[in-house]
């Protein structure tokens, strides 16, 4: 979900090698990159560590259970397991503000995504009132945030839904890329993605992995892997605080506004 690049993907192989070394447990790296579906994943039964959206986690669709949430090291969440979404623009566009985009095509990633469908829908909902479309078109599924980056860039969209824990990985790991994106509106701070383990394992593994890496940001192996992967550390989560993504979720539903547009 967040291996943004190689050389991220490379920071999360070696904080999960240190997670398996600080907890006495062996814990084998699968590979699971788009297009691979990740419903499928949340589904194993033999997950350790693997992120989750907290939208179909809230909905309790699959069977795991919360270890952690990732607490990003910038001023958005202010110390907490917190994101939201950007809405970005071609850094060229002539588009100065939200209002501008309507009537123009809109992306969105895929429906169990809090941060590129259920946040964009929420955020839009004051100005879809009126019950008319938004937006000319609705462009999706593009199911991850780089597709949404690549249509924004190749004039496939207008403007689309980025999450900002993703876009502080690419401002480190890819200025040029981010360099050529532009935010227009923030959505409202939620739960972040979390890091699950399936319903099965035992507890006591789980809390070895808790322990762990609620212990990372002591440590001094992995400051420098936080650090390039943009963390202050980790959080011990509750499942009753992803509820706010189902309410947010209900309200734009009860108004009719089931797909961004």
């Not at 939200?98 to 095509?105: D, P, Q, T």
């Not at 999450?163 to 790991?173: E, G, N, Q, R, T």
């Not at 990372?216 to 605080?241: C, I």
Request: net charge negative; aromatic share 8%.
């Amino acid at each position: 979900m967040y291996a943004v690049n190689p050389a991220v993907r490379a920071a999360w192989t070696e904080l999960f090698g240190w997670v398996s070394a600080a907890s006495g447990l062996a814990l084998e790296v699968i590979d699971h990159a788009a297009p691979a579906p990740l419903d499928e994943l949340w589904r194993r039964g033999d997950l350790g560590l693997a992120f989750i959206c907290g939208y179909p986690f809230a909905s309790g669709g699959f069977p795991v259970q919360p270890v952690v949430a990732p607490v990003p090291a910038s001023a958005l969440g202010a110390g907490r397991p917190l994101y939201a979404s950007h809405l970005v623009v071609r850094a060229e566009s002539g588009l100065a503000t939200l209002a501008e985009s309507f009537g123009g095509r809109l992306g969105w990633t895929v429906e169990h995504s809090q941060s590129g469908f259920n946040a964009l829908r929420s955020h839009l909902l004051p100005y879809r009132r009126a019950g008319a479309s938004l937006y000319a078109g609705s462009v999706g599924p593009l199911v991850t945030p780089r597709r949404v980056i690549e249509a924004l860039l190749a004039g496939e969209i207008d403007i689309g839904p980025l999450d900002s824990y993703f876009h502080d990985l690419l401002l480190a790991h890819e200025p040029e890329t981010a360099a050529r994106l532009r935010i227009v509106e923030t959505t409202a701070p939620r739960p972040i993605p979390l890091l699950v383990a399936s319903e099965g394992v035992q507890p006591a593994i789980v809390g070895k992995l808790r322990g762990a890496l609620l212990a990372a940001s002591g440590d001094a192996v992995t400051a420098p892997l936080l650090a390039r992967l943009r963390l202050s550390g980790f959080a011990a989560v509750e499942r009753e605080a992803y509820g706010v993504l189902l309410d947010d979720a209900r309200e734009a539903e009860a108004a009719g506004y089931v797909m961004p547009g």
